[in-house]
């Protein structure tokens, strides 16, 4: 698999990785504030949001009628209508696309719920890696106390509930998220992840996040108007 | 003796009417990894997939099969494209709309498909039931490769799918489809024309390039997955005639 960058594509794709309360969307979101405020093309996404596909997988989710191939599919749904519609469009127009959650989260995510790893891969191999991968690697009682402090009620497929861990929905995400955590440091030097520590204070971790996006991406490129 | 020989086949005549020939039960394989934790040794029902183009006599087939298995003694479960809990109607939109690229549509349909596997096909299999699919990977894998997706990729998507004891695909002619399409609609579809692929401004002609070119697909398909090509072309009776007997054979497990 290759990069946008290896694609030949002027556009840079830069994605955020990590469990759900490991800061990453805070940290993608001030560095979106930072490029826009250089006046550089940035477009921002986030994994589940395509719009037609979404009414499917909240009915789905809501009715509890998806098994761990359907759960895959709809988001591999979700995300093919957003890559071919926005992200490639955008990638070949020059964009800086900003990416809450790539096929990484599904890479993890499926084969913790027992689909096969190869045909996870498989189905999502029309997609190109990453220019630049984040991923906030929190300590799991860090990540967990920042999503069970916050928000009490669990909904059932963020608990894994499906997976039949335990009756318990606070149990059955920690275990859950564990074995995801594992599927992430499992991918990480394979796929040469970028990784933060995400027990840092928020502004140190963004410091560090912005000091290797302008090393690794010659953002002077990505104007919105180029300087005569 | 003739005696005692004959009394036992007089008994045979007077109950044929109601004998009900249980099927024999035979291995089934996914055709990759399959579906998580499904065993297929507990599938004991039959599925038989019927392929081919809208005008191909497909609904008239599967009909009369139904008819047939049902007064044969055996319960018969329907499934079709677009007929998922999951994503019929969202899928249904999108097509209305026409505004969802290649790769998205065929993973809706493949969600499609999946749903129904395991929610209808699977469970009616294990029950014991025929489970009639009114077109099934083979139609979605055509037309994608129609329109360029890579065939690789395709065969990993489907490996989820279980290999059908019987698949028929009615071919019938471009020619012929097109008048037995106007027949009945007095319009052509535009999916069914391929209109996306741009291949002709005038519908008429884009639906018989389109449909020769699926016609092709299903042929070089066939070498890899081995179903019967079915003259569509015959009388429904006698197309349906063939149906049975190899039906039959599948039902004696042979």
Redesign the interface.
């Known amino acids: 698999m290759q990069k946008f960058s290896d694609l030949g594509y002027p556009g840079r794709l830069i994605a955020v990785e990590g469990l759900d309360g490991s800061g990453k969307s805070t940290q993608i979101f001030l560095l979106k504030r930072w490029l826009e405020m250089q006046g550089l093309k940035v477009f921002f996404s986030e994994w589940n949001s395509s719009a ?2 979404k ?2 997988t909240s ?2 989710k809501k ?1 509890n ?6 759960f895959s ?2 988001h ?2 979700d995300f ?2 957003r ?3 926005q992200l490639v469009p955008l990638l070949k127009a020059g964009y800086i696309v900003l990416c809450d959650r790539y096929i990484f989260t599904a890479y993890a995510r499926d084969v913790v ?4 790893p ?2 996870v891969r ?2 999502y ?2 997609a190109a890696l990453p220019d630049l991968t984040f991923f906030f690697k929190a300590s799991l009682d860090v990540s967990l106390s920042r999503i069970l402090d916050n928000r009490p009620t669990l909904k059932h497929h963020e608990a894994g509930m499906d997976l039949n861990l335990s009756p318990d929905p606070y149990e059955s995400f920690r275990i859950f998220q564990g074995r995801i955590f594992e599927q992430y440091l499992s991918m990480s030097t394979e796929f040469g992840f970028l990784v933060m520590d995400a027990n840092q204070r928020i502004e140190e971790q963004q410091g560090l996040v912005r000091r290797l996006v302008s090393t690794h991406i010659d953002l002077g490129q990505f104007r919105l108007t180029r300087a005569a | 003796m003739p005696r005692s020989k004959s009394a036992p086949k007089d008994r045979v005549s007077r109950i044929v009417g109601s004998s009900v020939l249980v099927p024999k039960v035979t291995p089934k394989t996914f055709y ?2 399959g ?3 499904i065993d297929s040794n507990h599938l004991t029902g039959k599925l038989i997939a019927v392929e081919g183009a809208d005008g191909s006599g497909r609904s008239t087939q599967i009909a009369r099969l139904v008819q047939w298995l049902e007064a044969s003694g055996h319960h018969t479960v329907q499934v079709g494209l677009k007929r998922s ?3 019929s ?2 899928l249904e ?2 097509q209305q709309g026409n ?6 549509l ?3 349909y ?2 499609d498909f ?2 129904q596997l ?2 209808t096909i699977l469970p009616a299999l294990r029950a014991g039931s025929m489970v009639i699919a009114d077109r099934y990977i083979y139609t979605l894998m055509a037309r994608d490769l129609v329109r360029g997706v ?1 065939e690789t ?1 395709l065969r ?2 489907y ?2 799918a279980l290999a059908p004891d019987a698949v028929f695909y009615l071919e019938v002619c471009p020619e012929l489809l097109v008048q037995r399409v106007f027949a009945k609609n007095q319009s052509l579809d535009y999916w069914e024309s391929g209109m996306d692929l741009g291949l002709s401004r005038d519908m008429f002609d884009s639906f018989l390039r389109y449909q020769g070119l699926m016609r092709d697909t299903f042929r070089r398909l066939q070498q890899t997955y081995g179903f019967d090509i079915v003259d569509g072309e015959r009388s429904p009776d006698a197309i349906n005639a063939e149906l049975q007997s190899r039906i039959e054979a599948v039902l004696a497990g042979r």
Request: aromatic share 8%.
């Open positions: 037609l596909v009414s499917a009915k789905g009715q009628l998806l098994t761990p191939t359907t599919l709809i591999a749904t093919a209508d890559y071919e519609r719920r027992g689909c096969p190869e045909w498989g189905v191999n029309f | 990759g990894h579906i998580p934790d809990t999951l994503v109607e969202e939109q999108a505004i969802l690229a290649r790769t998205t065929s993973l809706f493949a969600t999946a749903d395991e929610n890579d990729w990993n998507l490996g989820i």
